[in-house]
């Protein structure tokens, strides 16, 4: 090996198409703009939605509908898919980490539990909310419920 036989690693360069620098490389005169018009000018910046004229759709469209932007998402997880995770990873508190742990919830979510299903286990749950049938349900084995 030595200094003449050196090249860069395979994929590592990527040949750049070198615009404006004469007839001679190829992408000299327009510089690959094309020929007169907006486009070929510089500083040209074509505005979101603009549809060359043309009324655009978010305008033609009518506006409809109230979003709630106080309202909170709840992951909702039923009572038999409690049951099924305690078995599994054989727990008796359920809680935001355990949910992550199993891949039923993730970090960010706010979880509500839910009267789907049944449990025939004593449960100490912890989540954001829960139904009124799921705290019966969980409070009847003697378990208990904790809003986080």
Known sequence: ???????????????????????????????????????????????????????????????SGFKNFNRVEYK?????????????????VIDLTALINAGIASKNDKIKILGGGSIDKKLDVKAHAFSKSAKEAIEKLEGTTEIL
């Open 76 to 92: 909702a997880i039923n009572l038999d898919v409690l049951q099924h995770v305690a078995s599994k990873m054989d727990i008796t």
């Open 1 to 63: 090996m030595d200094l003449s036989t050196l090249k860069p690693a395979t994929g590592s360069t990527k040949k750049e198409k070198r615009i404006g620098r004469g007839q001679g490389s190829g992408h000299g005169g327009t510089s690959t703009r094309g020929h007169k018009g907006q486009k070929s000018r510089s500083g040209y910046s074509k505005k979101i939605g603009f549809e060359g004229g043309q009324m655009p759709l978010q305008r033609v469209v009518p506006k």
